[in-house]
């Protein structure tokens, strides 16, 4: 593969797969070194066959982990073999591209049950286009890793699952049929019960994640045709409009550091957590996280009838006043003097501000990191966009932002894009993919992750 084709191959299904990661130059190299091979300083070093004189820097903010350098010496070997291919079908060889990201996922987890768990991934595949009675499917699997003894009785998997019968013994959320590595029927596992651990993973598959561990990997059909895969209790894998995605869940979060050093990640997590569950909800959201020094400008975006912090109020009072100050129409400063020149609780009754009074009751000075992820869901949900200050402050829910002249794009994405100036925004599309922003140290916004 020349080095041309090399660039691309890695830009178009490397970096996709690993949030937050981009070329970071090449580096001298020698037929004694790996095509695949961990860098200095949070980096992958990677070259197409062993004898090149150069390997490619793919690097991002939070070190690679073993399964994802196992991932990408999977892809690169099984592309070399597909490079020489050429003159092929590009449909067919399109074809056997998705095949080998697929294989090199489930073999970067686990090598003595990948055939098992890529039939089980084809037959739920068959399902997402069929319905059963009227309806969309829900499966759950189990495949345990463990040794399994020889059974020349067994139930195969590739014998029952696309049986009519199947599609009513699980529903992926509590209940799942499990099979050993070989594909043979073991049991029915109900979810009710299951130990508390740390996950991280949609919320309605929480219990999911915590039930597989290193030994055992459980995978999904969603009602609306996704495939999840489960391993070392979180969401590893999806695939989401026929495309596989890599959830790295640290790497998302630590960008959501966005280089400020007195955020704390218990925050940044929710948030996260809340993103995510959105984004597994098909529901649409933006979520905003503002660096400390920004508050006071972001402000200028929300009006006063969304602020659901007294302390907000009293700086967004601040800024009408001094904004009053500039105006040439007399009348018209005096009218906005007027409305903020009370009190945060006599400002809400007299504008009539029963959503803001509502949700304020509702959340009861508790921050976003303190609340329940199921009532995050759902207030990020409302139509508008949640603030959250540096330190957790909620400053508003479903707000509707003021977005600057010559925005483009939906009023979501204008809305993100205008409030990633002042810390890192986040979109929820309604087709679940998470979209985050920043701007970088010349005030330009760029998008800094893309997920789903």
């Not at 090449?26 to 004898?51: C, H, I, M, Y």
């Not at 959105?278 to 996280?289: E, N, P, R, T």
Request: charged letters at 25%; proline letters at 2%.
């Amino acid at each position: 593969m020349d080095k041309i084709k090399f660039y691309e191959f890695v830009n178009k299904l490397i970096i996709p797969l690993f949030t937050g990661s981009y070329i970071a130059g090449e580096t001298e190299s020698s037929s004694r070194d790996l095509e695949v091979a961990l860098g200095k300083g949070n980096s992958v070093l990677l070259k197409p066959v062993k004898t090149d004189e150069y390997r490619i820097i793919l690097k991002r903010g939070q070190p690679f982990k073993s399964f994802e350098v196992n991932l990408i010496r999977a892809i690169l070997e099984e592309m070399v073999e597909l490079n020489n291919l050429d003159g092929q079908n590009p449909i067919y060889l399109q074809k056997l591209q998705d095949f080998i990201i697929e294989k090199a996922l489930i073999e970067s987890i686990t090598d003595n049950a990948t055939d098992t768990i890529i039939g089980i991934i084809s037959c739920l595949e068959r399902w997402s286009a069929r319905t059963y009675e009227g309806s969309n499917v829900t499966m759950g699997i189990f495949v345990n890793l463990t040794s399994s003894p020889e059974n020349e009785d067994a139930v195969l998997y590739s014998d029952i699952v696309e049986h009519d019968f199947f599609a009513r013994l699980t529903d992926g959320i509590s209940s799942f049929i499990e099979f050993d590595r070989r594909g043979h029927l073991m049991s029915y596992v109900n979810l009710k019960k299951t130990k508390s651990a740390p996950t991280v993973s949609p919320f309605m598959y929480d219990r999911v994640a915590r039930s597989c561990n290193d030994k055992r990997v459980g995978i999904v059909l969603t009602f609306t045709g996704d495939i999840l895969i489960f391993y070392a209790r979180q969401l590893m894998f999806a695939k989401r409009n026929g495309k596989w995605c890599v959830y790295s869940h640290d790497e998302v979060i630590r960008l959501l550091y966005n280089n400020v050093s007195y955020t704390t990640k218990e925050i940044r997590r929710a948030i996260y957590n809340t993103a995510l569950d959105c984004s597994f909800d098909y529901k649409g959201a933006c979520i905003v996280y503002l660096n400390k020094d920004k508050t006071k400008e972001a402000l200028k975006h929300i009006d006063g009838a969304d602020i659901l912090s007294e302390e907000h109020f009293e700086i967004k009072k601040e800024i009408e006043f001094e904004e009053a100050e500039k105006l040439y129409n007399l009348q018209y400063a005096k009218r906005i003097k007027d409305d903020y020149d009370c009190s945060y609780e006599e400002f809400l009754e007299r504008n009539n501000c029963i959503k803001t009074k509502a949700i304020s009751k509702i959340i009861s000075g508790r921050k976003f990191h303190e609340l329940d992820r199921t009532l995050l869901a759902e207030l990020v949900a409302i139509d508008g966009a949640i603030v959250v200050d540096y330190d957790g402050t909620i400053i508003a829910a479903g707000a509707i932002i003021k977005i600057e002249a010559g925005s483009l794009g939906g009023g979501r994405l204008a809305a993100t894009k205008s409030m990633a100036k002042y810390g890192v925004a986040i979109k929820v599309s309604q087709d679940g993919i998470m979209q985050g922003f920043s701007a970088d140290k010349h005030g330009k916004v760029k998008q800094i992750f893309n997920v789903g």
